[in-house]
């Protein structure tokens, strides 16, 4: 039975109600095509692995949170749930959708399909589609990252920091967007020592997306790169990274985040003295951002994109033994200055 969970009161009234017309067979678009401009309620759908991932779910509803506190708007949130096809993703934000949400935001690039459906049954309601490009609309905003560029920065880091010469790349499932995270780390760290080696796992292959949602596959897959005697280990994997940030830190190794700073999300608190530091992608200012822009009357549309140049993607430096590491932080500085600056070019693709 698919599950969705912590929408607000009215919302699941509304939701329910939704639901039940499209069970009896009543087109979505039977309801009305919206709310306009000024709506004073948003929601997000999350991604697999849902709020609590300590990682990119959780920077999503970061967004969500600021705008009820700063904007006055109800926010709506919405879980996946396991093993579901577009089918469920599509009743789900046609729910949110019917229930006056405005905008409506997919958390990652599985509701791509979804959304375009979705979002031309509701003209009037604005779609925020998280690392996608694949699927654009008039009333679909497009919010994206430069995701390599940070890992750029993360394989400097690692590189730095390694004793052993070698480090890992954990990615959770082999899909391009990962696969640019990959690519920045491994350019990142062959920029910095030639002779370094990079191990690099997959967790599971599409459309087995388990390896965004399961921590013990990313504690096997670091385990293993620690028995290699890989010494810092990069993870972009969701909640699976928490796995492999516990079996990095347990072995007394560096671990670095992925999505949040890592290092100061309270479900990884166990661990976070050896959290080097955190690839971070600014989905909280992108996801309240877009619900501004609805409230203020100009909702964004189109490719919304967060680079380096304007901190949308960087690299955290929460763990005080990271400021301590003043050759560490001098090279990461100077990569930041040059990729800004179009002196390194970073590649998308491994």
Excluded: H
């Excluded at 492999?244 to 700073?261: P, Q």
């Amino acid at each position: 039975m698919r599950r969705i969970t912590r929408i607000t009161t009215v919302g699941i009234a509304s939701a329910a109600l939704a639901l039940s017309a499209t069970a009896c067979g009543k087109s979505s678009t039977d309801s009305g095509s919206g709310t306009d401009s000024k709506a004073g309620k948003a929601a997000i759908a999350y991604d697999i692995g849902g709020r609590g991932d300590q990682s990119f779910n959780d920077a999503a509803y970061a967004g969500l949170k600021k705008a009820e506190d700063e904007l006055g708007v109800k926010g709506a949130e919405a879980e996946p749930s396991e093993g579901e096809g577009d089918a469920d993703k599509v009743q789900r934000l046609t729910a949110l959708a019917r229930a006056g949400n405005n905008p409506v935001i997919g958390v990652g690039f599985a509701y791509a399909p979804a959304i375009e459906k979705v979002a031309k049954a509701y003209p009037k309601t604005t779609f925020g589609l998280i690392d996608d490009t694949s699927k654009t609309g008039p009333n679909i905003a497009n919010l994206v990252f430069n995701e390599e560029q940070g890992s750029y920065l993360a394989g400097v880091a690692a590189a730095k920091a390694s004793k052993t010469g070698t480090v890992g790349f954990i990615g959770g499932v082999e899909v391009p967007l990962i696969k640019k995270f990959e690519a920045g780390f491994a350019q990142g760290v062959k920029d910095t020592n030639p002779n370094a080696k990079v191990l690099t796992q997959y967790l599971t292959q599409p459309p087995n997306f388990d390896g965004f949602a399961k921590p013990d596959l990313g504690k096997a897959a670091a385990q293993g790169m620690l028995d290699r005697k890989a010494d810092v280990i990069y993870a972009a994997a969701g909640l699976a990274g928490s796995g492999a940030i516990e079996a990095t830190a347990k072995a007394g190794k560096w671990a670095i985040g992925v999505d949040s700073d890592q290092y100061n999300q309270k479900g990884l608190a166990a661990y976070k003295e050896r959290i080097l530091t955190s690839v971070t992608k600014d989905v909280s200012d992108s996801v309240f951002n877009l619900i501004k822009s609805v409230k203020d009357g100009k909702p964004q549309t189109g490719e919304v994109r967060y680079g380096l140049a304007a901190d949308g993607v960087g690299l955290a430096d929460s763990n005080p033994e990271y400021k301590k590491m003043t050759d560490l932080i001098a090279a990461v500085d100077k990569a930041k200055k040059d990729i800004v600056d179009g002196k390194i070019t970073v590649k998308t693709t491994p």
